[in-house]
């Protein structure tokens, strides 16, 4: 997921302003800008992309999930050097790390009193497990974070925590960013508390009783207790027997194992360059997936996206200034570990620009960039390249990708190419990831504009990468 939903915890950005696409940057609609009709020619043709659908379709059909450190991913790793040289791609190769893996086992849920019931509900990564028969205790209800947040040290002690929060759509995804403190962190602060469990409403905004899950970190201090998420429709529930005042008890049931150290690894494959001073233009999405779904959304399309722009480059019998590199990253759900690998062993590289592929494939709306100041020019040639594909221009700095965020810290310049997330969290890290969810007219959008971008930034004379930090 987006590098913005991981830091953004405590604030979201306000929906009204996330609805509407920004208009075009002063700086070039104060002057004609040309682009090179070779960019428009690829851009147009992408629009009749089948690659990207077909890598979906065949990672999606042929692996399947690709929970990070199992042999599917280890599968799923091998499909891609075969995909990858077959498409043409040089210099392929794998870039293997260690990591932790953990695996899911038995996830059962019910309400013990007053009204008894089944629940649908998802261990979440990292969980903690139960005894085999499980767990029974009283449950605390906390409207939000927040009020977990100010429950007193050992209030919750012998007690099952339950966490609602409110999500709501918005086109850039930013209630991903507010909502998800309750799975990302909410787990370790009720242990500290003395919850021998945890449930929180699914960070999703769908209403279908398909619960979401995604990894929760629990320090090196806090003993991991069992954390799951609560369908949407099952925390509503939760929720209406809880304003009848009477106490609720449930029966918690989590196994999931904890394998110990494992093996995950980056795919890397390159469209050479004919200026090795210019630096490198890495493009990437995940190869791995949470196991409930196939992970088409999330990431399958992303990595789709990005081959398949790097492909009609690599095809357009114009080799491009700059390296274009692809990196299907590891591990990235369960604490991007593939990023950090890839940007600790390539910290001696230079690399101009890095974009990442990891929302989905709904239309892209939008693009900002974080070039140097010389680069001006080049981000103007892109604004106006994407213009006819319905992108426009935003006013931030670029710095969207939880893979290429390590990349950023380096100084790298950035591209963000943002899709729309008014439906990706209703199908995010659940079994509804699947192919029919992705639309095969917008990824083709998505494809397009990618082109575009390789076209304009891979080529661009001038000197793009900014040498300094994002705060």
């Known amino acids: 997921m987006k590098r913005i939903a991981l830091l953004a915890i405590a604030v979201a950005a306000a929906p009204a302003a996330a609805q509407t696409p920004v208009q075009p940057a002063a700086a070039s609609a104060a002057r004609a800008v040309a682009v090179d009709p070779f960019v428009t020619r690829l851009r147009d043709a992408a629009l009749k992309d089948d690659l990207a659908y077909d890598i979906t379709e065949g990672l999606t059909t042929e692996i399947g999930q690709r929970l990070a450190g199992t042999q599917?991913?280890?599968?799923?790793?091998?499909?891609?050097?075969?995909?990858?040289?077959?498409?043409?791609?040089?210099?392929?190769?794998?870039?293997?790390?260690?990591?932790?893996?953990?695996?899911?086992?038995?996830?059962?849920?019910?309400?013990?009193?007053?009204?008894?019931?089944?629940?649908?509900?998802?261990?979440?990564?990292?969980?903690?497990?139960?005894?085999?028969?499980?767990?029974?205790?009283?449950?605390?209800?906390?409207?939000?974070?927040?009020?977990?947040?100010?429950?007193?040290?050992?209030?919750?002690?012998?007690?099952?925590?339950?966490?609602?929060h409110a999500m709501a759509p918005t086109q850039d995804g930013s209630s991903y960013g507010a909502s998800g403190a309750a799975r990302r962190v909410g787990p370790a602060l009720a242990a500290r508390k003395g919850a021998v469990g945890i449930v929180v409403r699914s960070i999703g905004t769908d209403n279908q009783r398909l619960p979401h899950t995604g990894g929760t970190n629990f320090p090196a201090d806090v003993a991991a207790i069992p954390a799951a998420a609560l369908s949407n429709p099952d925390a509503d529930q939760l929720e209406r027997i809880a304003a009848r005042g009477r106490p609720i008890t449930m029966r918690l049931v989590l196994t999931p194992r904890q394998l110990g150290q494992g093996t995950s690894g980056?795919?890397?494959?390159?469209?050479?360059?004919?200026?090795?001073?210019?630096?490198?233009?890495?493009?990437?999405?995940?190869?791995?997936?949470?196991?409930?779904?196939?992970?088409?959304?999330?990431d399958a399309t992303g990595v789709a996206i990005v081959t398949a722009a790097a492909k009609r480059i690599m095809d357009s019998g114009r080799r491009p200034r700059r390296t274009i590199r692809v990196v299907w990253f590891g591990a990235e759900e369960v604490g991007v570990f593939g990023g950090r690998a890839y940007g600790s062993a390539h910290a001696g590289e230079r690399h101009a620009v890095a974009a990442e592929s990891d929302f989905g494939a709904d239309r892209i709306w939008r693009v900002e960039t974080n070039f140097a100041p010389s680069g001006a020019a080049a981000a103007d040639r892109l604004g106006v390249a994407l213009s006819p594909l319905g992108i426009s221009r935003g006013p931030g700095k670029a710095h969207d990708g939880a893979d290429v965020g390590p990349l950023f810290a380096q100084g790298v310049g950035a591209v963000d190419l943002n899709q729309s997330g008014l439906r990706y969290f209703d199908i995010h890290h659940t079994p509804d990831d699947t192919l029919d969810r992705v639309d095969p007219e917008q990824l083709r959008q998505n494809v397009a504009a990618w082109t575009a971008m390789l076209a304009v930034v891979a080529f661009a004379p001038e000197e793009l990468r900014p040498g300094t930090v994002l705060p």
């Open 72 to 164: 599917a991913e280890a599968r799923a790793r091998t499909w891609a050097v075969a995909k990858l040289k077959a498409l043409g791609f040089r210099n392929v190769r794998i870039e293997t790390f260690p990591l932790p893996v953990w695996v899911r086992g038995e996830e059962r849920a019910e309400i013990v009193s007053p009204f008894p019931q089944k629940l649908a509900l998802t261990a979440l990564g990292n969980s903690g497990a139960t005894p085999a028969a499980g767990i029974t205790a009283p449950v605390v209800i906390f409207r939000d974070y927040n009020d977990l947040l100010a429950a007193p040290d050992g209030s919750l002690r012998g007690k099952i925590a339950y966490v609602g």
């Open 266 to 298: 980056n795919v890397i494959a390159e469209v050479p360059g004919t200026d090795p001073g210019a630096g490198i233009v890495l493009v990437g999405g995940h190869l791995d997936s949470w196991d409930l779904g196939t992970g088409a959304v999330d």
